[in-house]
């Protein structure tokens, strides 16, 4: 989320999985799955007293579903992280760690990546979906389904430094018939300033045929108690740069970076690259003068096909061109614009076939002057 995930049949499949785990409960603190306690009594679906989360039964037909509470853990306690009111967004603040923060003196876009994957674990997990890694509901297990990552884009406005704090909100809600979307909003805890904005696409697939499914009814009745009751994203605005499909990058490209190979530190539970390392291994292939004087606005990631350890890696990035109407400035000039922003295509295949791994999209701009 992005976040962590492997990918398989042109999408991820989750370890983001693993951390864009859906919803919440209606409490405004975050409760962890922990000894289960069955209530003696059945409630409906819309009745929510205390931490609780929605587990379907076998009688479908009836909508009934058995309340399950847990008493939170260490920490549950300890997280910096709470519930709205009204239970249909979660938000944990986060302190810049000196190791988080890369050679800018501010936090890297990989560090923002993890913060966004662990608010939507902790979100997940303070509803009560499963905690093994896929944010899974009951009748998700039931049939063998698992969250796969389709898309992950980010825009940041300001980067943190070391010991800032960051608040983080995030929500999920339907995308069509056969996805989710999550949607992040960070802000700066000690002004209240919007920093950055994310969203995300998801998609449901079978774990044993690895085939993309359309979301059940079954599934949808579950997942639904935790949307927003009105459509809420993180970018309303029209045509903005979450919508912006990503070409192909075609050889030869102008830079590159090849034989590219997991550690083992960039694994996740499930033996696959994590969503990540994927965003590094884009990086690795930008042209230094780039890196000395931008720094990251925009990256745009679509994921297609897994990436396992015994895996090398080529990183291809070149200059996108810049159509004219979208380098013109506000006086129809396209100098500023072509000066100050750079935009690159960026491609990661396998080395071995030249299989297509993801494309990406990543937007630059002049650093600021700092004191």
């Known amino acids: ?113 993890n913060l966004l994957q662990e608010v939507g674990c902790n979100h997940a997990q303070s509803v009560g979906f499963s905690t093994d890694g896929f944010a899974t509901t009951h009748s998700m297990r039931k049939l ?17 430094a ?3 704090v960051v608040e983080i909100e995030t929500w999920c809600q339907s995308e069509g018939r056969i996805g989710t979307r999550r949607d992040w909003i960070l802000k700066d805890c000690a002004t209240g300033e919007v920093i950055g904005r994310a969203t995300s696409k998801w998609l449901m697939m079978n774990q044993d045929t690895r085939r993309l499914q359309k ?11 935790y949307f927003p009751k009105e459509l809420r994203l993180a970018f309303p605005e029209e045509n903005n740069g979450s919508l912006k499909k990503i070409p192909k990058l075609e050889d030869p490209a102008e830079y590159s970076k090849l034989g590219l190979v997991p550690r083992r530190a960039d694994l996740d539970m499930n033996q696959h690259v994590n969503n990540v390392t994927y965003i590094g291994w884009v990086l690795e292939s930008m042209p230094q003068e780039i890196i000395d004087t931008h720094e990251l606005g925009t990256i745009t990631i679509d994921y297609r096909r897994e990436c396992q350890q015994d895996d090398v890696v080529d990183s ?31 491609l990661l295949r396998l080395s071995s076939d030249g299989l297509e791994i993801n494309r990406c999209r990543t937007e630059w701009r002049k650093k600021p002057s700092r004191i």
């Open 1 to 113: 989320m992005l976040s962590r995930g492997s990918f398989l049949k042109n999408v991820a499949i989750g370890d983001h999985n693993q951390c864009t785990k859906r919803f919440f409960n209606s409490n405004s603190v975050s409760i962890g799955c922990r000894k289960p306690v069955i209530s003696s009594s059945s409630s409906s679906v819309g009745v929510r007293s205390g931490p609780v989360l929605a587990v379907a039964t076998n009688e479908r037909e009836s909508k009934s579903k058995q309340q399950v509470s847990y008493e939170p853990s260490l920490a549950d306690r300890l997280r910096l992280g709470t519930m709205s009111e009204d239970g249909m967004s979660y938000k944990e603040k986060f302190i810049v760690r000196c190791y988080e923060v890369g050679v800018n003196k501010t936090v890297t876009v990989e560090t923002i990546a």
């Open 162 to 164: 070391w010991s800032d």
């Open 144 to 160: 063998h389904l698992i969250w796969v990552t389709a898309r992950m884009y980010i825009e940041i406005y300001k980067y943190p």
């Open 215 to 225: 979301v059940t009814d079954e599934v949808r009745d579950e997942l639904e108690l």
């Open 316 to 346: 291809l990035t070149s200059v996108e061109p810049i159509e004219d109407t979208d380098a013109l400035g506000a006086n129809g000039s396209a100098t500023a614009a072509k000066d100050v922003n750079k935009s690159f295509l960026h």
